[in-house]
């Protein structure tokens, strides 16, 4: 771990993309404490200003709802769903990607078609059809997004298994009689991982904003706070209020930067030519 911060640490845009990770996932932890009443709650005059009342830091919006409770409890779900649906999606992306590569022939074939098929689909066409369908809630989302996330991880995956299954090491395992089940398990995807974890940040950013866009059509959960229901909520406030607007899209738009500097230091830090020159 040490050598592996050492060179995360090299990478500037990495460490601001982590410390901004780290104070949206705080503000998301404490969203219960900071703001303890519902976001959902009409609690002064609609349209104030930030620090017009000492008590709405930013303002409230067109119904008197506090803008900061909401920016606050819309990080739990954006950082819950981006991070759920990713786990999901790679979860499905591995074991469809995994036995493709190692065993080949007409397995390689039928997952390899059945992953170019869900290729061609638009992501987010495919999403909103998939919510509407079960219904808008948090588990819909989720699912929905994982659906449509898992392709890359799969290709991916594949290559990987495909590079590392010709290995001395794999080879060795396979002359000892090692079942073809442990070697992939405990032998080839162990040494796959790095990418899949780079690409995995990523996915997170991705799925945070295709949660943002369904909120903002309004197929989010009606239950829950999302920066998503923000933006389209304010939209039609746009030229009378514009900061309803633009507080949640900053929200988004931090996160999402966040995430992905994050994954550029980690995908240095894992990168085996950058460790090699490095130790």
Same mark, same amino acid.
């Given at each position: 771990?040490?050598?592996?911060?050492?060179?995360?640490?090299?990478?500037?845009?990495?460490?601001?993309?982590?410390?901004?990770?780290?104070?949206?996932?705080?503000?998301?932890?404490?969203?219960?404490?900071?703001?303890?009443?519902?976001?959902?709650?009409?609690?002064?005059?609609?349209?104030?200003?930030?620090?017009?009342?000492?008590?709405?830091?930013?303002?409230?919006?067109?119904?008197?709802?506090?803008?900061?409770?909401?920016?606050?409890?819309?990080?739990?779900?954006?950082?819950?769903?981006?991070?759920?649906?990713?786990?999901?999606?790679?979860?499905?992306?591995?074991?469809?990607?995994?036995?493709?590569?190692?065993?080949?022939? %007409?397995?390689?074939?039928?997952?390899?078609?059945?992953?170019?098929?869900?290729?061609?689909?638009?992501?987010?066409?495919?999403?909103?059809?998939?919510?509407?369908?079960?219904?808008?809630?948090?588990?819909?989302?989720?699912?929905?997004?994982?659906?449509?996330?898992?392709?890359?991880?799969?290709?991916?995956? %594949?290559?990987?298994?495909?590079?590392?299954?010709?290995?001395?090491?794999?080879?060795?395992?396979?002359?000892?009689?090692?079942?073809?089940?442990?070697?992939?398990?405990?032998?080839?995807?162990?040494?796959?991982?790095?990418?899949?974890?780079?690409?995995?940040?990523?996915?997170?950013?991705?799925?945070?904003?295709?949660?943002?866009?369904?909120?903002?059509?309004?197929?989010?959960?009606?239950?829950?706070?999302?920066?998503?229901?923000?933006?389209?909520?304010?939209?039609?406030?746009?030229?009378?209020?514009?900061?309803?607007?633009?507080?949640?899209?900053?929200?988004?738009?931090?996160?999402?930067?966040?995430?992905?500097?994050?994954?550029?230091?980690?995908?240095?830090?894992?990168?085996?030519?950058?460790?090699?020159?490095?130790?």
């Amino acid at each position: 771990m040490t050598g592996f911060w050492s060179r995360y640490r090299r990478n500037l845009g990495g460490v601001i993309g982590l410390g901004l990770l780290a104070a949206v996932l705080v503000l998301a932890l404490a969203a219960p404490l900071l703001f303890p009443v519902s976001p959902w709650q009409m609690r002064g005059a609609p349209l104030l200003a930030p620090l017009e009342e000492t008590e709405f830091l930013l303002g409230t919006d067109m119904l008197g709802r506090d803008i900061a409770a909401g920016l606050a409890h819309g990080a739990r779900v954006s950082l819950l769903v981006g991070t759920v649906s990713t786990l999901f999606a790679v979860l499905l992306g591995v074991g469809i990607g995994a036995p493709a590569g190692y065993f080949g022939g %007409r397995i390689d074939d039928g997952l390899m078609r059945i992953t170019e098929f869900f290729q061609t689909i638009p992501q987010l066409a495919m999403a909103i059809v998939l919510v509407a369908i079960f219904t808008p809630s948090l588990a819909s989302i989720v699912l929905a997004i994982a659906l449509v996330s898992w392709p890359p991880v799969a290709r991916l995956v %594949r290559a990987e298994v495909l590079s590392l299954r010709e290995r001395e090491f794999v080879e060795a395992a396979v002359v000892i009689g090692r079942p073809s089940w442990r070697i992939l398990l405990d032998d080839i995807l162990p040494n796959a991982l790095p990418p899949v974890i780079v690409t995995a940040t990523l996915m997170v950013a991705t799925a945070i904003l295709t949660e943002a866009a369904l909120s903002f059509l309004g197929l989010g959960d009606k239950n829950f706070m999302s920066w998503g229901f923000m933006v389209g909520a304010a939209r039609t406030m746009l030229r009378e209020a514009p900061l309803l607007t633009v507080f949640p899209g900053i929200a988004i738009l931090i996160t999402v930067l966040a995430i992905n500097l994050a994954g550029e230091g980690l995908n240095d830090a894992l990168n085996p030519r950058l460790r090699e020159r490095g130790e």
